[in-house]
Every structure is written in C-alpha cells, then in structure tokens.
C-alpha cells in the first residue's frame, strides 16, 4: 500500500485524519521550543539545518573562495533548501493542514513561524549576496549575464532567433477558464502567471494564463563570442520568454506577470507490509511524486499581489510559505553557468589523489589481494582515489578464483562503473548478491533500475528489511586459494576460501567520493570479514543476526554500544581517571545519545563533538554540558566521515561508521560502525579524521550555548590551520590547492 496522500487536480489537499503523519522519534526534538527566559535542553533540529545552510552562504562571502565557485555555494543553498522543505518542512505543515485550510494548534503555528522567519532571512541574505556581490565580481572579471535591457540590438536579434527556434515551439501557454483549470504544476517546475487585458479569441474577459518553461532546454545559454564583446556572455531561459512573452498572447496585453515555482513534499512513503512487490510500489509512487502537497511557493520580487494571492489560493499556502525573490527564481540552475567557467583562476585548483603505498605499484598483473593479505588498507577520500576499491572489485569480478561477491548499494549514480563490474562478474559465472536499496531518498528510480539490470545478467538481488533501510557500505568477497606448503612438503594443503572485504563511511558512488571526505578500509582480517559475512546473511535471510566479534550493527546493537561506551568513559571519569570522547558525524541529534554525552560531562569526561550539520546538543551548560564543545566545519569539500573514539583507559578505541547519531540511523537503517585493529591506522583515524579538525581555525565555526554558531578565530600570533587543505599537502598526490 503507498501511504503518501495526493491531492485531486483540483490542488486541494486531502483532509488529515486522526492518525496525522507522525514524525519519528529524533524529528520529535524539532518541537522542543524554550521557554520564555530559559534554555531548552536540545536545539531546534531545523533551525539548527538552516544554521548550517547559513555557514554554507558564509563560504559565498569569503573573497580567499574564487568567484565560480562562490557562485556555486549560492547554487548548494537554493539545493539543501530545496530538500529542506521538500522532506523536512513538509512534515510540519502536513501535520498543519486541515481540510478547507490552515487550523494548527499554537505550538505547531509558533514553531513553523520561527522556522519560516529564519528561512526568509536566509533567502535574502542569498539573494542579496547574489546581486549585490557574487555577480558583479563575475561581471568584472569578464563573465556576465546579459538581460533583456542591457542588451545590444545585435543580441536582442540573436535571442529572437534562439527563441523561434528552440524556445516557441515547446510552449503551450495555457488560458485560465471553467474548461480549462489550473494546470498541475511539477514540483520545482519554473513557470509563468500571466495577467491579460482584453478579450480571448470567443470574446470572453479570461485574465489568467500559466506557461510552463521547458524543462528539457538549458537554463543558462552561452551567446556566440562575436556578440560576448569580449566577455564570455550568457542569458537565461527565464529571460529569453520574459522578452517575448508578448508574443505569447497575440491581441491581448501582458498587464502583469510573475516566474514562479512550487515545491512539494517529495518524501516517498510506501507501507511495506502491505506490498507484495516493493519495486512495483516504488515506481507507481514515483511518477506521483512530483504532485505531492505544495509546502513553499517562490515568485519575482515584483510579482502583483493579486496574482500571489490567485497562486498561494490555489497551492493552499499561508503568507509565510511565499518567498519573493529579486532574482531568478531556482539559483540551482545557475551551476550550469559554473560549469561554463573556463578561467582557472575562477575555479578550485583540481588536486589528484594518491593511491596507497602498498597499492601504488599495483598495475598490470599485481595483485589487489595480494597488499591486502600483508595488513588492513586505510583510504582517506578525497585526499586518497577511490579507485582502489574500483580495482578490488575489478580484479574480483575478473579473477578466476573469486567465487562469490557481495555488496550493498545505497547510492551509486545513474551511471556507475560499480555497477558494470558486478554485472561482469556475474556474466562470468561468479556468485554475485547485492543488496540494493530501492528508497535511498531521490535515487529511487536509478537504483530500481540497475536492480533490474543485475537481475538480467543473473545477479541476486535483494531489497534489505521490510521497514529499514540498508545504509551500511559493505563489499565481500570469497577468493578460493591453496594455502602454501609448510617446511619441505612440497604438496599443496587443499584450497579455502579466503574472505576479504571493504567497509567504508560513504556510499559506493565514484563521483561524490571525489567531494566527500570518508574512510574506507579494504580488510582480510578473519574476524572482521567473518562478521561482515554474519551481517550478509541476516539480510538476505532474515535470520537472526549471528553473534559478532567486531562490527557494532544497528538497529540491534550499534546504540547500546555506543550508549555502553559513553557511559563506560563517565565511570572512568567518576573515579578520578581521564574520561575522553571525540566525534564526528554529519547529524547529532538522538535524545538517548544526547543525555548520555550530558551525564558524561557531568562526570568529567572532556568531550569534542565535530557536527557537520543539524545538532541539537546544547554544548556549555553550566552543570550539564559545560565539559562539550561542537564545532562545524565548512570548505571545499563535504565533511562526510563518522568517526567515533573512546579514550578507554589509554586503549584509544576507534571506531569508523556509515551512522551518523541520529534515530533514523540507529533505529531505522541497517548501520555498521568497525573498529580500527591496527595500531598505526589508528593513529592516522585519529591524526587525519579528528586532531586537525579540532585544530581548524579557518573553515571551524563553534556552537555556542545559544544555538549560535561563530566562525573559529585564530589568536593573534597563532598559525593558521585549514584542515582540508593540509589533508591535501599531506596527502594528495598533486595537491593543487596547496
């Protein structure tokens, strides 16, 4: 059964029953709300995401960042807002809305206007840079964005024929009237609402007309060099129909018009109980997702009040749900204008990762398994390629020894070499099981279909746990080999098969590790590869998880480890010993994790927490907290890894996770954290993963006890630290930004 309620053409919601879509345990924190005069316990979830999206417009401001890629920062906030109303948002004024309108309790209302308020700033503060400062820098370093009154006649006559050409024949403007109503309207679509004067061809006064901008033509169009005037010269779409939008509506007159763009709630939502096929379900559920509830409209600064108030009618939105913005109205288009940028001076200096000692010599005939069986790999990407593990599968799918692979896949990318090679090892006859995840969030239809093209060639494929999904990275692979002879027996001992795996903190997807920060480690350690193998088969056979020596795996064990490990660290510190934990993670925000970290400081233990993002710990409490410091770090890269350590009486316990502390992570999502065995990969875990960001004062902000968070200061004389840049030195195997 798909549990997501659509609405009708009509746009009108369906009412909202007595069971109301309930948010799961760790969204409930984003209601905890202070009291008047008083300090809450835990931080507002989404106001502390925007908080993060605000230390993402901060890296647009920076004048050390170059130009496009100011740019480009501008583009990631109109994107992570985009996701912010799309699933987060959309919980609460789902949980608002009422058949016939708006009626929210007090709380719901006061807590969606303190949201929206924070949002709004944010929107302006982008826009604002936008025009004000990233533009008119890009402006004189010779890259421009012409608009229809800037415009030489000569390039006003190139966009009429680039319009008549590629633009007029896909639009179908639509004329308002009782056979004709309002159209439905795809989330984040960039359309026109125009407002007519004047009679249509029957005679009759319809004032309102929608066109829908095409969403197969380039959003940012490069003018031919010999109009740029020596500039490299663009135009929008949006620009290019606003000119001859006119033309649109022979006989009449455009009195008033506005872009404008809806978002929906875009949260899939399928009772797996209740299906027979999964797939199936996902797909029916993916062609309406695109219709879902509206929770945000955006329009022109300039857009008529009558005709906001005809859309926020017809999208059934308050007044707080409409952005006004003073420029175009989806900046997550303009990346393409970034991908125009061919001044490297404008750009980040590409850098080229390294490959491990052990594995540099690797090429052709040297044996991947070969460096594994002298001892663990550690793989710091991006500093480090990815491409290691490309050539462990490669070799796998390719090796005559290799019996068996088993992988789980989260996010691979449309198109994903990954993918190729365990559909030729599966063509060569090798035991090949993956275990795709068919609602990792916007990648449903890419994995659905490489789940079909696996199935094709005879892979297995699994589709995880009814009710969980499988965010572990996990590679197995079982290698049949003959051990050596002992002494002088010159005979072989019979063949085993030998296991060696891959565990990483990222997913499995050869573009975003280019830009994520995440270990990865490539392991023949009996234990671990014999609890890698234990964790395979509770998933494809439901079985109960065997018992495990080293991996810690949610739902079932991973937060009382946790939870075990943090409170094992405030009895040290109780009894007088030094209690020491760092972390780091995208998201901290499971209430048990969070009272557990509040008792160990209370006790002593000295605790530094590295949060990407959303964190609704409230370090600095005087008697609760006042031992904990969170600091977020913001640069060139994603801050991706999950890093857990342990002081543990001087045993330094360290841990490498898929998990961030969040509910749906340790309750919801297959998880694995490992720990990392080896005493020198250890130290490095620690040195590149944790040391250094604590050390940043360039890219660190630090949370205060209000909820604020302020950009990390050096002292004067002190030298400065950018971490991400001397993982690269350090590193990388041509640093480039260095």
């Not at 608002?96 to 929107?123: C, D, K, N, Q």
């Not at 008529?304 to 939105?317: A, G, I, M, T, Y």
């Not at 060639?457 to 290698?479: P, S, W």
């Amino acid at each position: 059964m798909v549990g997501r309620k659509r609405k009708a053409a009509s746009e009108k919601p369906p009412p909202i029953k007595d069971g109301k879509r309930a948010r799961a345990k760790d969204d409930l924190i984003s209601t905890v709300l202070a009291a008047p005069g008083t300090a809450a316990r835990l931080l507002h979830r989404d106001l502390s995401l925007l908080a993060f999206n605000e230390r993402v417009l901060a890296m647009a401001a920076r004048a050390d960042v170059p130009l496009a890629e100011r740019l480009r920062y501008l583009c990631i906030v109109s994107s992570n807002l985009d996701e912010f109303f799309e699933v987060r948002l959309s919980d609460l004024i789902d949980e608002m809305r009422e058949e016939g309108g708006w009626v929210p309790t007090a709380a719901r209302w006061g807590e969606f206007a303190l949201i929206s308020e924070r949002a709004h700033g944010l929107v302006d503060r982008q826009y604002a840079l936008f025009n004000d400062v990233v533009m008119p820098a890009l402006g004189r370093s010779g890259i421009v964005v012409v608009n229809h009154a800037s415009r030489t006649p000569a390039q006003k006559r190139w966009v009429r024929e680039y319009f008549e050409r590629e633009v007029r024949p896909l639009l179908s403007p639509i004329g308002l009237d009782p056979a004709h109503p309002f159209p439905l309207v795809m989330n984040k679509a960039l359309n026109f609402i125009c407002q007519l004067e004047g009679k249509d061809a029957f005679g009759r006064a319809a004032t309102i007309a929608i066109v829908k901008v095409p969403r197969v033509l380039p959003r940012v169009i490069p003018l031919p060099p010999r109009l740029s005037e020596g500039k490299h010269a663009f135009v929008m779409l949006s620009s290019v129909i606003r000119s001859h939008l006119q033309e649109l509506f022979p006989g009449r007159a455009v009195a008033g018009f506005s872009q404008f763009r809806v978002t929906r709630d875009s949260d899939l939502s399928v009772d797996e109980r209740e299906v027979s096929n999964l797939r199936q379900a996902l797909r029916m559920e993916l062609t309406q997702r695109h219709f879902g509830n509206a929770v945000r409209l955006e329009v022109l600064r300039t857009c008529p009040p009558p005709l906001e108030s005809l859309l926020r009618e017809q999208f059934q939105l308050p007044r707080e749900s409409v952005y006004r913005v003073d420029g175009p109205v989806n900046l997550v288009r303009l990346n393409q204008l970034v991908d125009h940028v061919v001044q490297p001076q404008q750009r980040f200096k590409p850098f080229v990762p390294a490959w491990p000692d052990r594995l540099r010599p690797a090429g052709e005939g040297a044996s991947v398994f070969d460096a594994i069986r002298q001892g663990d790999i550690l793989l710091h990407h991006p500093f480090q390629s990815f491409e290691p593990v490309i050539e462990f599968l490669r070799q796998a799918a390719h090796d005559p020894k290799v019996v068996s692979i088993r992988m789980t896949l989260y996010r691979t990318g449309a198109a994903s070499v990954l993918v190729d090679l365990l559909i030729e090892a599966a063509r060569r006859g090798k035991e090949v099981t993956v275990i795709v995840e068919l609602k990792a969030r916007f990648d449903e239809e890419a994995n659905i279909d490489l789940a079909e093209r696996l199935e094709q060639v005879g892979a297995q494929v699994v589709y995880g746990v009814v009710g969980l999904k499988i965010h572990a990275k996990l590679l197995l692979v079982l290698r049949r080999e003959e051990d050596e002879p002992a002494g002088r027996r010159r005979k072989p001992l019979p063949a085993r098969l030998a296991h060696y795996a891959h565990l990483g903190t990222g997913n499995y997807h050869p573009s975003t590790t280019k830009l994520y920060t995440d270990f990865g480690m490539l392991t023949a350690n009996v234990a671990l590869c014999a609890d890698v193998e234990r964790v395979f088969m509770h998933l494809t056979s439901l079985t109960r998880v065997e018992k495990l020596t080293h991996l810690w795996l949610a739902p079932f064990a991973l937060h009382k480890r946790v939870l075990a490990a943090i409170a094992h660290e405030a009895r040290l510190a109780a009894a007088g010993k030094p209690g020491r934990i760092i972390a780091k993670m995208n998201a901290l925000i499971d209430e048990a994790t969070i009272n557990a970290l509040y008792a160990a400081s209370q006790a002593g233990v000295k605790i530094d927490l590295i949060v990407r993002g959303a964190c609704s710990l409230r370090p600095g409490v005087k008697g609760l907290s006042e031992n904990i410091r969170v600091r977020s770090v913001v640069g060139r890269l994603l801050e991706h890894h999950r890093i857990y350590y342990f002081r543990n009486g001087g045993a330094d316990d360290v841990y490498l996770s898929s998990a961030d502390w969040m509910g749906r992570n340790l309750f919801r999502r297959i998880e694995v954290a490992w720990p990392v065995l080896d005493r020198k990969l250890k130290q490095r875990v620690i040195d590149e993963g944790l040391k250094i960001y604590l050390d940043d004062n360039v890219d660190a902000w630090t949370l205060a006890t209000t909820g604020e968070y302020r950009l990390a200061r050096p002292r004067p004389g002190t030298r400065l630290v950018q971490a991400q840049r001397a993982l690269l030195l350090k590193l990388a195997a041509d640093p480039g930004a260095g």
